[in-house]
C-alpha cells in the first residue's frame, strides 16, 4: 500500500466517525430530508465518472468507455442535483409552515 | 491521462497538489458542516445549501486539477442528469418519498459500480492488490445496492408485492450466492489468470442477484429499515469506489453517507425492537404459526361484531392496497361505513359519554397518525380536524412513532406539507409521559407503533419495542381501517377495552369527515 493509501483510510475513518457523531444530533422529524441528501451526497461518485470517462476516451476504446461513463455520469448527476433539490423542497415547507405560524 | 494533460497545462498549474488536497479536506468540512445545521429545523435549509455547494465545487475543482475542463464530451451527461434530477425532484408527491428515496439509493451505486469497473479494468494488468480489491468491492456493493433499491422501490410504488416472498431455500441460496461472490473478489484481488471481463462479469450479475434476493423478503413494515440500510450502501459503494481511483473526496463523502446510513439503520431497528440480521436474513413477523392465530382471532372478533366483518371480508386480505383504491371507491363504500359508524355509537350506548361530547370537552389531545392515515391521504383532514379543535380552546399535539410510515420521519414530512406546525409534532419519547394526563387520543391508522402487547406479550414479534402509551389515556378514539392485527400480526389489546375506546372503522377519509361535520 502506498502513502495515498494510507491518508485515504484515515480519511475514510475520521469522516464516518464525525458523520456518524453528527447525524446523532438530527432530530427524527428531519430524518426524511436527511436521507434524501445523503442520496444527493453518494451522487458525489460523479467525481470518479468523470475522471473514469475522460481517462477512458483517451484510451484505446474510447467508445465503450465513453458510453459507459456517460452512464455513469448521468446516474450519478441524476442524484446529486435530484437529491438536494428535493430535500431543498422539503426543508423549505418546514420552514414555510413555521412563517405562517409566526 | 498524460494525453489529456497536454491540451491544458496552465489550469491544473493553478491547482499544486498541496491546493488541491487542502480544498478537498476543505470541502469534507463543509459537508459535515452542511450536516451539523440539519440538527436544527431553521438551519436544515442552509445546511443543505451548504453541502450542494461543496459537491459543485468538488466537481469544478476535480475537473481543473485533472485537466478534464476541456473535454467537452462530458458536459451533455451532466446535463442530461442535471435536467433529469431537477424534474424528478419537482415531480414527486412527498407521500412518493420512500420510493425516490430507494430509486436514487439505487441509481448511486450503479454509477459507482460504473466508476469501479472501470478502476477494475485499467488496474487489471498491474499487481495493485488494494486498487483491485476495492474495485471488486465497490462494483459488488454498488449492484447490490442497485438491484436491493429497484425491488424495494418496486415494492413501496406496488408494481411488486408488498408481502415478504421467500423462495424455497432462500437464505441457504443467499448464504453460498455471498460465499461466491467474495471467492471472485478475492480472485480479482490475488490471481490474473482468470478474464478480466469474465470475472467483472460474474461480480456483476451475481451481486445484482444476490440484492434481489436480499430484497424480496422484506415486507412492508421493516422497509424503513431496508431503505435506511440501502441509503448506507449507495454511500460504502462511493466511498470504496475512491478508495479505487484515489481520489479525496469521493473518500470522505461516501464514508460520511455510509456512516449516516447505518445510525439511520440502527435507530430503526431499535425503534422495532428487531434485529439487524434477523431482517436481512428475511425473519420477517409474518410466520404461519402467527397467520394461524390470527385466523382464530378473526373468528372470535366475528361473534363479537359480525354486521362489521361482512361488509369489510370482501377487502379483507389486502387492506393496504384496497384502502388506496381510492375515493371512487371510498363513495361507494359510504353508506356501509356510515353503518358501521352508527353501530359502533350504539354499542356503546351504556357508556356515560359519547365520542363526540368527549371530543367537545376534551381540551388536551394528543393525535396519533399511522401510516394508514398517508394511505387514506387523510392528513389534510387530520389537520382540519385538529384547527378545529383548537378553535375549541384546545391543546392538539400529534406524536409519532419512528417507524411511522415507510421512511425514517415520513410522518412528520406528510403532516408539515398538509400545513401542521412543526412545533406541534412531538417525537415518541418527548411525549410518551403526556398520554395518561390527556383528555383524549386519537389514533388514525396506527396499530403497532401503540400496542400495548409489545410491553408483555413475550414471544411475540413486538414484544421489547418501544410503543406510544396511548394505552395509558383514558379516552381513545380510533379511526383505523379494520381491526385487524397490524403488520406484526400481534392483537392489539386496547380494542377490546370496554371504557373509553371508541372504535370507528373504515376509510378514514370518510369517517374522519363524517366527525367533522358532527362538530362544525
Not at chain 2, 463543509?30 to 459543485?56: F, W
Amino acid at each position: 500500500m502506498d502513502l495515498i493509501q494510507y491518508i485515504l483510510l484515515g480519511i475514510f475513518v475520521v469522516a464516518t466517525t464525525v458523520g456518524y457523531m453528527l447525524i446523532n444530533n438530527v432530530p427524527s422529524r428531519l430524518h426524511t430530508p436527511l436521507m434524501s441528501g445523503m442520496n444527493a451526497l453518494s451522487g458525489v461518485t460523479i467525481l470518479g465518472a468523470i475522471l473514469a470517462t475522460a481517462t477512458a476516451l483517451a484510451g484505446d476504446k474510447p467508445v465503450t468507455g465513453y458510453i459507459f461513463g456517460s452512464l455513469a455520469i448521468i446516474l450519478a448527476m441524476i442524484n446529486v442535483a435530484g437529491g438536494f433539490s428535493v430535500t431543498n423542497r422539503m426543508l423549505k415547507m418546514f420552514e414555510r409552515k413555521k412563517e405562517e405560524d409566526e | 491521462m498524460s494525453n489529456i494533460m497536454l491540451l491544458n497545462i496552465s489550469a491544473a498549474d493553478i491547482l499544486s497538489d498541496p491546493v488541491y488536497y487542502a480544498l478537498c479536506v476543505i470541502l469534507s468540512m463543509a459537508v459535515l458542516l452542511g450536516i451539523h445545521l440539519m440538527s436544527k429545523v431553521e438551519k436544515a435549509h442552509i445546511g443543505n445549501k451548504i453541502s450542494a455547494l461543496a459537491i459543485a465545487l468538488g466537481i469544478i475543482i476535480t475537473l481543473i486539477k485533472k485537466d478534464i475542463l476541456p473535454v467537452w464530451l462530458i458536459y451533455p451527461g451532466m446535463a442530461a442528469g442535471l435536467i433529469t434530477g431537477l424534474i424528478l425532484a419537482k415531480r414527486v408527491k412527498m407521500i412518493e418519498m420512500p420510493q425516490l428515496v430507494a430509486l436514487l439509493n439505487g441509481i448511486g451505486g450503479a454509477a459507482s459500480a460504473i466508476v469501479a469497473s472501470f478502476a477494475f479494468l485499467v488496474l487489471y494488468r498491474g499487481n495493485e492488490l488494494f486498487g483491485k480489491t476495492t474495485a471488486s468491492l465497490a462494483i459488488v456493493i454498488g449492484m447490490i445496492t442497485l438491484s436491493g433499491s429497484l425491488v424495494a422501490a418496486g415494492k413501496l410504488h406496488k408494481i411488486l408485492t408488498q408481502k415478504p416472498v421467500i423462495l424455497p431455500l432462500h437464505q441457504a441460496a443467499a448464504v453460498s450466492l455471498l460465499i461466491i461472490i467474495l471467492a471472485l473478489v478475492s480472485l480479482g484481488g490475488f490471481f490474473n489468470f482468470v478474464q478480466p471481463s469474465l470475472l467483472l462479469l460474474g461480480m456483476i450479475v451475481l451481486s445484482a442477484v444476490f440484492g434481489i434476493i436480499f430484497s424480496v423478503r422484506v415486507g412492508g413494515a421493516d422497509m424503513p429499515v431496508t431503505i435506511s440500510l440501502l441509503n448506507s450502501l449507495s454511500g460504502v459503494a462511493a466511498a470504496i469506489a475512491g478508495f479505487a481511483v484515489t481520489d479525496i473526496l469521493l473518500v470522505s463523502v461516501g464514508g460520511i453517507v455510509g456512516a449516516s446510513g447505518l445510525f439511520l439503520t440502527q435507530i430503526m431497528c431499535r425503534a422495532m425492537n428487531r434485529k439487524l440480521l434477523d431482517i436481512l436474513l428475511g425473519k420477517t413477523a409474518l410466520k404461519d404459526q402467527k397467520s394461524e392465530k390470527k385466523e382464530k382471532d378473526e373468528k372470535n372478533r366475528k361473534v363479537k361484531q359480525e354486521k362489521a366483518e361482512q361488509e369489510s371480508s370482501a377487502r379483507q386480505q389486502e387492506p393496504e392496497e384496497k384502502l388506496a383504491a381510492g375515493k371512487e371507491k371510498a363513495e361507494k363504500d359510504r353508506t356501509a361505513e356510515t353503518e358501521i359508524t352508527e353501530e359502533d355509537t350504539t354499542t356503546k350506548e351504556t357508556e356515560p359519554d359519547d365520542p363526540m361530547t368527549i371530543i367537545r370537552n376534551a381540551k388536551h389531545i394528543i393525535i396519533v397518525p399511522g401510516y394508514g392515515m398517508a394511505l387514506a391521504h387523510a392528513q389534510h383532514l387530520v389537520k382540519k380536524l385538529a384547527g378545529t379543535l383548537v378553535k375549541k380552546s384546545a391543546v392538539v399535539k400529534y406524536a409519532i412513532h419512528p417507524v411511522a410510515g415507510r421512511m425514517p420521519g415520513h410522518m412528520d414530512v406528510l403532516l408539515i406539507e398538509a400545513g401542521v406546525a412543526f412545533e406541534d409534532v412531538y417525537e415518541m419519547d418527548d411525549i410518551n409521559d403526556e398520554f395518561k394526563e390527556a383528555d383524549l387520543t386519537i389514533v388514525v391508522g396506527a396499530n403497532d407503533v401503540m400496542n400495548p402487547a409489545a410491553r408483555n406479550a413475550e414471544g411475540t414479534p413486538i414484544y421489547g419495542m418501544p410503543i406510544l402509551n396511548v394505552d395509558q389515556c383514558k379516552n381513545i378514539l380510533i379511526f383505523n381501517y379494520d381491526l385487524k392485527p397490524g403488520y406484526s400480526g400481534v392483537d392489539n389489546p386496547i380494542y377490546d377495552r370496554k371504557d373509553g375506546v371508541w372504535i370507528i372503522q373504515g376509510d378514514a377519509s370518510v369517517t374522519l369527515a363524517e366527525i367533522l361535520n358532527k362538530l362544525q
